[in-house]
């Protein structure tokens, strides 16, 4: 079971958006506004999209968002694409003595 | 051009001890705010953070991990050496390496491909 959760899948039509949403407690996503979220293509190393909650690294494109309230952080993707067919995954800091938390995955179905 | 590459054997009996290296450049861990964590992900399953090293030698692991883990560096040679004692069937999985940079502070910027460690006898 892991640390913070996720639902197994989500999808939305090309062009389309749709939300991801991670839910964790008060000592990892309430607690810090260190949530990063990774796209992992099959076979591929996970790339980072999203850093300190909305933050994105240079390169990635301004459909990937991110957002927080309270317990539970969101990843959003604009206008999909079929490239955007992927698992996504969410982690939190939890603290000097377990640093990052991961959640179970996302898997992204573009239809 | 940063990049990170994992390397171990990709086959290691019960009970052994398992050292992976990831070999690294593009950066250095000399430098102030550099780190290098090791994130392992069974098959089909969620990554899992195992221990991480900073550019002022500080280490941390996972709590239920850390009476197995140890992490160290070379920074003359770009390395940082992971140690997994008593290794078990469970934890099969894909090792990965992963930097964390002062310009993202507290996420893996890079990440190697990762290499695939199978636990059997």
């Known amino acids: 079971q892991s640390a913070l959760t996720q639902p197994p899948s989500a999808s939305g039509s090309p062009g389309q958006s749709v939300s991801i949403s991670c839910t964790g407690t008060?000592?990892?996503?309430?607690?810090?506004?260190?949530v990063s979220w990774y796209q992992q293509h099959p076979g591929k190393a996970p790339k980072l999209i999203i850093y300190?909650?909305?933050e994105r690294p240079s390169g990635v494109p301004d459909r990937f968002s991110g957002s927080k309230s309270g317990n539970t952080a969101s990843l959003t993707v604009s206008g999909l694409q079929a490239e955007d067919e992927a698992d996504y995954f969410c982690?939190?800091?939890?603290?000097?003595?377990?640093?990052?938390?991961f959640g179970g995955g996302t898997k992204l179905t573009v239809l | 051009q940063v990049t990170l590459r994992e390397s171990g054997p990709a086959l290691v009996k019960p009970t052994q001890t398992l050292t992976l290296t990831c070999s690294f450049s593009g950066f250095s861990l000399n430098t102030g705010g550099m780190c290098v964590s090791w994130i392992r992900q069974p098959p089909g399953k969620a990554l899992e953070w195992l221990a991480r090293?900073?550019?002022?030698?500080?280490?941390f692991y996972s709590t239920s991990l850390k009476t197995r883990l140890t992490i160290s560096k070379d920074t003359s040679k770009n390395q940082v050496v992971l140690t997994m004692t008593n290794m078990d069937p469970v934890d099969t999985a894909t090792y990965y390496c992963?930097?964390?940079?002062?310009?993202?502070?507290?996420?893996?910027?890079?990440w190697g491909q990762g290499t695939l460690v199978t636990v059997s006898s």
């Open positions: 992963a930097r964390i940079s002062p310009n993202a502070a507290m996420a893996n910027d890079y």
């Open positions: 008060s000592s990892d996503v309430g607690g810090y506004n260190y």
């Open positions: 982690s939190s800091y939890a603290g000097s003595n377990n640093f990052d938390v």
């Open positions: 090293i900073d550019w002022d030698d500080d280490k």
């Open positions: 300190e909650v909305s």
